[in-house]
């Protein structure tokens, strides 16, 4: 059973955004799967390579929308984006040196700061 599961609750209201915003569910959904045993064909460090490039894309895109809408706090929510990259990649950085599997600490953080930042920051320029 995956950690989460897509839900309307989670639109933004923009398709081409809540299609990447599902696109990293499931890549946080593969690290648990990892986490608890359940998948042993997808490495950590690929899996982990993975979301460092897919949220680079994600908030790339997302930040242009944002210009183009004309988005009053931008700056604000770039803030966000970057903590979550340093995060990630600080995580990413620590497991390649340590060899290690990814711990629930790590997919927890994911997990409640993507749906919160989804719900709460994404939907102020969004819907």
Known sequence: MPLFT???DYSVG???IDN???KLFDIINKLFDIS???N???TVDAVMGDLVSYTNYHFKFEEEHMREIKYININRHMAEHD???KEIIFAKRRQVQDKSTTD???VEFLSSWL???VTEEDRKYGI
Do not use: A, P
């Open 20 to 22: 990447q915003h599902k």
């Open 104 to 106: 629930n600490k790590l």
């Open 6 to 8: 897509w839900s309307d």
């Open 115 to 117: 749906i919160q930042h």
């Open 14 to 16: 923009n398709t081409e």
């Open 83 to 85: 903590f979550f990259e």
């Open 40 to 42: 042993t064909s997808d």
């Open 36 to 38: 608890i045993g359940k």
